[in-house]
């Protein structure tokens, strides 16, 4: 036999080698309820509540609870809805600005016991608290703190009731993960719109700091959300995306809900922020919140729920995407279809992952248990990490054969504070290193669309960190090509004309709101389109005959024969037929109206007015006046009214009123949201046969 005394050294030697220690975290960290949060991923909103049945966006507080009548209310429809598209909760608006309670809540009659659904004795909060638990879902409460029912809003006896409210909500429904805070009215005339002159400091009245207490004394574990945190903020806009430098760190001392200049400055954190506050993107599938029966085929597209997919949970935070429930009480078909399509180019772009299995190595390794490999196991929660003060190190995966990919997939051990501050991705291609992605933040997860790219060989740059980085996971994917729907557009000429950016595509398209497909009408050059029409169009891959969804844009007449009459010829730009270009006044020279000859006389049923699309507009009109006029010098108003929300959801406005004839209408702003003079993006009619 032979000796194995020679053993005895050696294990002891190993057995004093001091264990290799993970890195100092690097303030600040999450708390274990950020962290499981953040694992949430992608969660439901509902928007449902009387506005729903009022057709509003912000309820004005004086609706009848008899308003409220669901004829189907399901919630297990909801939760199943969210669960097969891989969603992890529900956050519910148990009551939204207008004040009317989803619960029977013992602090105020304006609820659901005095509305005819179920004669009083429903709850909506308990039917969706039991459907979340029956499919597995976690459950949050949206409760509006502008309460434009409630008598003492604005006094302190309202915050006795407003937290009486929350103490039921967090006492009587089981668990509860998120709490969600809005942040509108106050400050700003705007924001207390029409009916609300009770405008409040939102700072000193809501005196949060005597709130918080009582969500983390009956639900500990539950993250509250508002502009600014305290454990989730938002992300500043609401069209779904965050941004590409995203810090889960805000000095969350100085940055507080309701700061005018949040979305703006801090809507992507701060580097060097000293509360972990990571962000959450919230979009609603729809144009609004709530819904519109008009909205019902303006659900987003499907490149456009892509687009957001990407650009929140690829960009370091969670997604909170909200079905409008209609008046049935139902998420609408139509919605769960594009919802459907999403979760099938989810799965699809993320079928095959391409680079476990391959060897890895790091410029730098901090050894132990955080060596490269650590970065491509099985197991989340393992990673790599470079020794104390090395802030530059690259990871390099190579293949044995050449892969293909487009999807890179990275995330750091977040546990130990969020630390990359930029990087950049290197793919070996024919033998040479060629950079294809040069970026800022990871965090938790990001994920990047790249070119298509074959390479044999990746390399992960980290170029700057904050400290040591940890890297505990990194993906490739090859993302199949998706299929955009046509863009549907007429111009002042009168002239359709459908675009597609891929090549090898061809377009069909149907004018009276019948389905289109390959048997419809090819498009091949602009068609003349004066009037009125449907238009419905879709794309259609002649290689593998896959068809892409419809695109349907209602247009009325076309402003072919229209003048501005009380502006230059700049001001033809609200009347061209192209959302993207816009006209309004100069501050020193205000022109807050905007007087356009039809060039003949219409039957009007309504207006149409789209405030400036580009991300960082002025002057979108909030409240309004509409005149018309048959000869432009006896005007009657047919319309007058607030755009609710525009500011944060500045979609086409769409009023309608009694018909009447009009060669000439004037829209007046009486109001804008930031005081500049008006802009105006389009301004459009309705006339008989369209305004239904
Ligand atoms: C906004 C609200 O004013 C909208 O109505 C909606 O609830 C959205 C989620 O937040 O600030």
Known sequence: MRSTYWLLPVLTLLACQPAIEPPVAIEPVPEQKQLDWQDLEFYAFVHFNMNTFTNMEWGFGDESPELFNPTELDCRQ??????????????????????????PSEYTEHSVKNSPWKDGQGDVMRELADACEEYGLKLGVYLSPWDRNHADYGKPEYLTYFRNQLRELLTDYGDVYEVWFD??????????????????????????????????????????????????????????????????????????????????????????????????????????????????????????????????????????????????????????????????????????????????????????DYTAAEALDEDPKSYWAAEDGVTEASLTINFDEAVTFNR???????????????????????????????????????????????????????????????????????????????????????????????????????????????????????????????????AVDENTGRTSEVSQVELDVAPTNWKVLNAGTEAEKAIDGLEESWWGSKKEDPVNELTIDLGETLTLRGFTYLPVQSRYFSGLISNYELYTSTDNRNWTQAAAGEFSNIQNSPIWQRVTFEAQPARYIRLKSVATVDGNPPAFAEVGVLTESSAN
């Not at 969210?82 to 619960?103: E, P, S, V």
């Not at 207390?192 to 409040?200: F, I, M, P, T, Y």
């Not at 969020?418 to 950079?435: C, H, I, N, P």
């Open 78 to 103: 909801w939760a199943k809805v969210c669960k097969d598209a891989g969603m992890t909760g529900i956050i519910l608006t148990a009551k939204h600005h207008d004040g009317f309670c989803l619960w």
């Open 183 to 368: 942040g509108a009215n106050g400050g700003t005339g705007y924001y207390g719109g029409a009916n609300e002159e009770r405008r409040v400091d939102k700072q000193a009245y809501y005196d949060w700091q005597n709130t918080y207490p009582i969500i983390r004394e009956l639900q500990p574990d539950a993250v509250i959300f508002s502009d600014a945190g305290p454990d989730v903020r938002w992300v500043g806009n609401e069209d779904g995306h965050a941004f590409r430098t995203m810090w889960s760190n805000l000095m969350r001392d100085s940055v507080y809900p309701g700061m005018p200049e949040y979305s703006r400055k801090y809507a992507s954190g701060q580097v060097d922020g000293t509360h972990w506050v990571p962000g959450e993107t919230n979009v609603s599938i729809r144009p609004g919140w709530y819904y519109h029966e008009y909205e019902d085929h303006k659900v987003r597209s499907l490149p456009q729920l892509v687009d957001m997919y990407y650009e929140s949970i690829g960009r370091n935070t969670t997604w909170l995407l909200n079905f409008p429930v209609d008046k049935r009480g139902l998420i609408h078909e139509n919605d769960v279809a594009q919802l459907e399509k999403l979760t099938e180019v989810i799965k699809a772009d993320f079928a095959e992952e391409l680079a476990k299995g391959n060897t890895i190595s790091a410029s730098n390794e901090r050894g132990g």
């Open 408 to 538: 890179l997939l990275v995330q750091e051990n977040i546990a130990l504070g969020q630390r990359v501050k930029a990087f950049t991705l290197e793919a070996e291609m024919d033998g040479s290193w060629q950079e294809i992605a040069s970026e800022t933040t990871i965090g938790c997860k990001r994920i990047l669309r790249l070119p298509e790219t074959t390479a044999t060989a990746v390399r992960l740059n980290i170029t700057d960190a904050k400290a040591c980085p940890t890297i505990a996971n990194i993906e490739l994917y090859h993302a199949p090509k998706l299929l955009l729907p046509p863009t549907v557009v007429r111009n002042k000429a009168g002239e359709l004309q459908l675009q597609v950016p891929e090549e090898g595509v061809s377009l069909y398209y149907t004018l009276d709101g019948t389905e289109p497909g390959t048997s419809a009408t090819a498009y091949t050059s602009p068609v003349p389109l004066p009037g009125p029409a449907t238009v419905k169009a879709v």
